[in-house]
């Protein structure tokens, strides 16, 4: 049997108090729908079905952002009007086969369990409906799930349709359920809106099965903060904060040593080595890989880069796009922007920015310098306040510095220039394409100093 998912994303999400539709709220940088997505992706479907409404062309050009492997199989329905739940099902109905088994989600539950929706999946098997509940601490908001006297499903009341009994129930309905196209067909057009808010309520459908002597099947989830639907910005607050627990202890349990996992946020995936150290504060972006001895120190933002073994990264550091090998010292408070490859024992200082550069083994720069489009060799020395004048207002040239090159504090390399081997350039000196040069020669460029006897001051005027 093949089973088709869809994940409703139709809402405005009014308690969010945002023009942002609510399923492109993020969690994690990655929008709550493409957690769901993602999630959905794993049970292998034929077809994910995402039903749109509110701004539905925000969403159409943000789901152009999935990897192609999924973007295949998504599918988006247009509910017209918002009527509810039940109506949103139905709109993407007509594309779904008539023989597949169907599995709803909800786009604003972005850490939907996987464990959880394959049992789910699992069940249907023996009953034509299954939803997943939860025992919720506060249940305010949440479908409530009604059972009768023998324990079985009755059926699912809303908050705002629930009486002061019904609301005292803290088995809650987290919104995912799974059954077939067949009983959607059969059912969904039975679904009425004679309740408190006029909507057509998904949920419905459970008691209206039971009324045709079917069995409801209700599987408890054992985590009702995954099934957290994210409404408003506190619960967004929260989906973020459960998510960045769950990968914090997936990287103590794996060994990686966290200075506080409370005060660690991941926003993409993160592999490490044996032995890795990480402060607090730190942000991981895109896809990083951290070698064996890596520490990362508090307050490091660090994206789409590899940093290879034994490599230490001081506090506040910024970096993005960038191969560090081993051995580096990088910060505190250096700036790598992308496109840098770092060979071994490279040394980067504090208040050093680094672009689409390329520095060899043992190089240092240790101070306050703009190294841009440079292709530096190995065992040179970058001065503080080293400048490569890359940029002439229109266009953008490369420096070529050699190894050995000891280049003094405050100079101005002018590209394109290249530096020889074993050149010595002087503290405070200017290198244009016309300096000459030999390998191992000494350059300077020195002002003549002026005297003036008995200077004085300017003082404040009163
Ligand atoms: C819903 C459930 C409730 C459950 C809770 C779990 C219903 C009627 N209620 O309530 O039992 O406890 O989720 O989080 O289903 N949507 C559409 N079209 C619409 C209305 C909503 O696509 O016309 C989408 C929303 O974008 C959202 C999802 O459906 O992704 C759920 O809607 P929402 O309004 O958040 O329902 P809840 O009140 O949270
Ligand atoms: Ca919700």
Do not use: W
Request: hydrophobic share 40%; with cysteine; proline share 4%.
């Amino acid at each position: 049997m093949s089973l088709e998912v869809v994940i409703l994303a139709a809402g405005k999400g009014k308690r969010m108090n945002s023009q942002l539709p609510k399923v492109l709220h993020k969690v994690a940088n990655k929008p709550m729908l493409f957690h769901v997505i993602e999630t959905a992706f794993q049970l292998s479907p034929s077809a994910i079905h995402i039903v749109v409404g509110h701004k539905s062309e925000l969403i159409e050009e943000a789901l152009k952002d999935l990897p192609c492997d999924i973007s295949r199989i998504v599918q988006v329905s247009h509910q017209k009007e918002l009527l509810g739940t039940g109506d949103a099902v139905a709109s993407a109905l007509p594309k779904i086969n008539e023989e597949s088994d169907v599995l709803v989600l909800y786009g604003d539950n972005p850490l939907t369990p996987l464990d959880d929706i394959q049992r789910l999946t699992a069940l249907l098997e023996d009953n034509p409906l299954c939803v997943l509940s939860a025992y919720a601490r506060d249940p305010f908001g949440y479908g409530r799930i009604v059972r009768n006297e023998e324990g079985f499903l009755k059926e699912i009341v809303e908050e705002k349709d629930a009486s002061e009994q019904i609301r005292k129930i803290k088995e809650i309905n987290s919104g995912i359920m799974v059954t077939t196209a067949k009983v959607l067909r059969k059912y969904l057009p039975m679904i009425k809106n004679d309740n408190n808010q006029g909507e057509y309520y998904l949920t419905d459908l459970a008691g209206i099965l039971v009324k045709e002597n079917k069995i409801v099947d209700v599987l408890q989830s054992s985590n009702f903060d995954l099934l957290t639907g994210v409404n408003s910005k506190p619960q967004l607050a929260f989906a973020e904060r459960t998510y960045q627990s769950i990968q914090a202890n997936k990287l103590l349990a794996q060994g990686v040593t966290l200075a506080d996992p409370n005060r660690f946020d991941l926003r993409g995936s993160l592999k490490c080595g044996q032995d890795v150290f990480i402060d607090i504060n730190c942000i991981f972006e895109g896809n990083v890989t951290l070698g064996n001895n890596v520490q990362i120190g508090a307050g490091c933002v660090i994206k789409n880069c590899t940093i290879d073994d034994d490599s230490i990264i001081s506090p506040y550091t910024i970096m993005e796009d960038s191969t560090i090998c081993k051995k580096n010292t990088i910060g505190p408070f250096a700036r790598l922007r992308p496109g840098n490859v770092l060979n071994d024992e490279v040394h980067v200082g504090n208040f050093v920015e680094v672009k689409k550069s390329t520095l060899g083994v043992g190089t240092k720069s240790g101070h306050l310098s703009y190294l841009g489009d440079a292709v530096i060799g190995k065992n040179v020395n970058i001065g503080a306040g080293t400048i490569t004048c890359n940029y002439d207002g229109a266009n953008k040239f490369k420096t070529v510095i050699g190894d050995d090159v000891f280049v003094g504090s405050d100079s101005q390399l002018v590209a394109p220039v290249e530096i020889k081997n074993g050149v010595t350039i002087a503290a405070g000196t200017t290198v244009t394409k016309h300096t000459q040069m030999d390998e191992n020669s000494l350059i300077l460029t020195r002002a003549q100093s002026v005297k003036i006897d008995s200077y004085v001051r300017p003082t404040k005027k009163k």
